[in-house]
């Protein structure tokens, strides 16, 4: 499966933006789905998950309730809805997909895409 995440750009702290990752060549509804950011000179780092349906869903701890994880297996696409953004989540944000039954670390997930990038300005 091919992922496209999109949605990042600039944004003023207290801000908001939704990133959209389309997957493409799969069975979209087979995989969970999860997003992860690299902020800068930083490791990878878990963000949201979402299993198969929209049922189950979990969040790093950093998210404070500030993140949703959705997904519309109609439109193969998973969402990330950011609010109440500061600074510090600046970063590169990227999708996965995985076929694991309970994945968590980066290497659980088979399939990324290429990275939409959020920048927010002080």
């Known amino acids: 499966v091919q992922l496209q995440a999109s949605g990042g750009g600039l944004v003023q702290a207290g801000g908001s933006l939704r990133l959209s990752c389309v997957a493409s060549?799969?069975?979209?509804?087979?995989?969970?789905m999860g997003w992860f950011r690299q902020c800068p000179g930083k490791e990878r780092e878990f963000v949201a998950a979402?299993?198969?349906?929209?049922?189950?869903?979990r969040y790093a701890e950093f998210v404070e309730g500030r993140f949703t994880i959705s997904r519309d297996n109609a439109k193969n696409t998973v969402y990330l809805h950011m609010n109440s953004l500061s600074p510090e989540d600046t970063a590169l944000y990227y999708c996965a997909a995985s076929t694991d039954s309970n994945p968590g670390n980066p290497g659980d997930y088979q399939y990324w895409g290429q990275g939409t990038l959020v920048t927010v300005s002080s």
């Open positions: 979402m299993g198969r349906s929209a049922h189950s869903s």
């Open positions: 060549g799969g069975t979209f509804s087979r995989y969970r």
